[in-house]
């Protein structure tokens, strides 16, 4: 089982729409979650980090549920700029051993 | 300022030679790191070091060196290149331990023939 496991998509969605993410990660003794953003030819971005509460940023909500070993991240009123590839990102082993999965790619259309 | 910059940008380069790609952080940080992107866009970390130190070292060909001068500078040198090692690497930093925020550089696409 791979370590951080993703839908790679595509994920097309009309403008306005609402559209969820999920991510599953295998090391139950993970301590860090996180959602980066990468842009066709960049480097990636950290989103948001996601809290064991849930969180919100604007349009972005991201949740994580410890029992079941996934979080997940939602966006709602898609805009054409979200359009890019969304990647899971959580600590596996050591503090600084951040792992990334393999991206889910979303594209929105008008 | 670019906050973590690597040179060169594009390498293209002939199977057997060897390369070296550099990177430098100007943003105090004590952890830097080389990711490895290849074709399928999967993002997968090589080395990571803490004030000049290896803490990381993933399962890396040992063609593959890393190399920390002091703890802005993280340089990779690569012997007899291989053409499985056409990718974009990537540096980051990041103040360490949990805060999980990476900050990357812009990459360095390498293509062997």
């Known amino acids: 089982r791979k370590e951080v496991e993703q839908d790679p998509g595509p994920f097309n969605v009309p403008e306005g729409a609402t559209v969820a993410f999920n991510c599953t990660y295998s090391?139950?003794?993970?301590?860090?979650f996180f959602w980066y953003r990468q842009d066709c030819r960049k480097e990636p971005k950290l989103l948001m980090s996601?809290?064991?509460s849930g969180n919100e940023d604007g349009r972005f909500t991201a949740q994580l549920n410890r029992a079941s070993q996934y979080i997940s991240l939602l966006i709602r009123d898609s805009k054409l700029s979200d359009s890019a590839t969304y990647l899971c990102?959580?600590?596996?082993?050591?503090?600084?051993?951040?792992?990334f999965g393999t991206g889910t790619r979303l594209q929105v259309t008008l | 300022d670019t906050a973590v910059s690597q040179t060169p940008k594009y390498l293209v380069t002939q199977m057997g030679n060897d390369k070296s790609i550099k990177c430098e952080q100007n943003?105090?940080?004590?952890?830097m790191y080389w990711y490895k992107q290849d074709s399928k866009k999967f993002l997968k970390i090589m080395f990571s070091?803490?004030?000049?130190?290896?803490?990381i070292n993933e399962t890396v060909p040992n063609r593959f060196s890393p190399k920390s001068p002091d703890k802005a500078h993280l340089n990779l040198h690569i012997n007899s290149l291989e053409l499985g090692d056409s990718a974009v690497y990537f540096c980051a930093s990041s103040r360490g331990g949990y805060t999980g925020e990476l900050f990357f550089g812009e990459g360095s696409r390498l293509t062997v023939l």
């Open positions: 990102v959580v600590n596996t082993g050591t503090a600084s051993k951040l792992t």
């Open positions: 943003l105090g940080h004590d952890t």
């Open positions: 996601v809290y064991s």
């Open positions: 090391n139950s003794a993970s301590q860090s």
């Open positions: 070091y803490n004030n000049k130190e290896l803490i």
